[in-house]
């Protein structure tokens, strides 16, 4: 008689979420709450623009709750071609580097990348030159390299079609989903699916190429509010530059004042 297998359980990740530490609308604590509460997801990754604050306190948050939800801290890193992914993170990563720099800068972490919204018009997104020289790297390198295929922002879905296509055809990097979520209420809008249930899990399922980028049904304009929207792009134009030349610059000033005469 031959034994019945037991039902491989997948994991749900949504791997790419904002929180008020860059461009996002609801503070770290809050998002680990409510994806803890209100989704079925596993993990989530917080991404915040060239900080790594959120991801820090995110990560603390669940330990202190004891939430039921992984968290995996990362920043979406502005290299001068676009925008990265770094998962799995200690500490940041420098921004405005090359995608060759910034990849070994995470290797020496022992994390990984991934590209988000590929191909896109709208917003800072790696073109089709700019992801080969990503596969390419990654290989040398020895670092994982995914691919974000689901993204339910109107900047990303403009072109996932042929993010799919090329992926499938030439790339051949293992997808992955993330919400892009700088509301609560679309955490979860896109997702990851993975073998397992844990962080280590869906690193294994990343280097095995054994995940699925999903997109589900996010809330609409009439429930986030215009209101809310207008305010969240306003952050959103500073969030970069308020990381990468503000903070820098004033850790310089107080450590010229705080040096002795």
Request: proline share 6%.
């Amino acid at each position: 008689m031959i034994a019945e297998r037991e039902p491989i359980t997948l994991g749900r990740a949504d791997l790419q979420i904002h929180t008020t530490r860059s461009d996002g609308t609801a503070s770290p604590e809050e998002i680990v709450h409510y994806a803890d509460e209100q989704t079925d997801l596993s993990l989530i990754a917080i991404t915040d623009h060239d900080d790594f604050q959120g991801a820090e306190e995110a990560r603390n948050a669940a330990a202190r709750t004891n939430a039921g939800i992984g968290v995996i801290p990362g920043i979406e890193v502005t290299t001068r071609n676009g925008h990265l992914l770094a998962l799995y993170l200690d500490e940041p990563v420098p921004s405005f580097r090359s995608i060759e720099a910034t990849m070994e800068a995470v290797m020496k972490q022992g994390g990984l990348v991934i590209i988000p919204h590929p191909l896109s018009w709208l917003t800072a997104s790696y073109g089709a030159r700019s992801v080969e020289r990503v596969r390419r790297h990654a290989a040398e390198i020895g670092v994982i390299a995914g691919i974000e295929l689901a993204n339910p922002t109107p900047a990303a879905r403009m072109r996932q079609r042929p993010a799919r296509r090329l992926n499938r055809e030439r790339w051949h990097l293992p997808e992955t989903g993330g919400s892009d979520a700088h509301f609560l209420e679309l955490i979860g809008s896109a997702l990851t699916r993975f073998p397992g249930q844990t962080a280590d899990d869906l690193r294994t399922a990343l280097t095995n190429s054994l995940t699925i980028a999903e997109q589900r049904r996010g809330a609409g304009l009439r429930t986030i509010g215009v209101r809310r929207l207008v305010a969240q792009q306003g952050r959103g134009l500073s969030a970069t530059p308020r990381a990468t030349v503000a903070r820098p610059l004033r850790r310089h000033v107080s450590r010229m004042f705080a040096r002795p005469s």
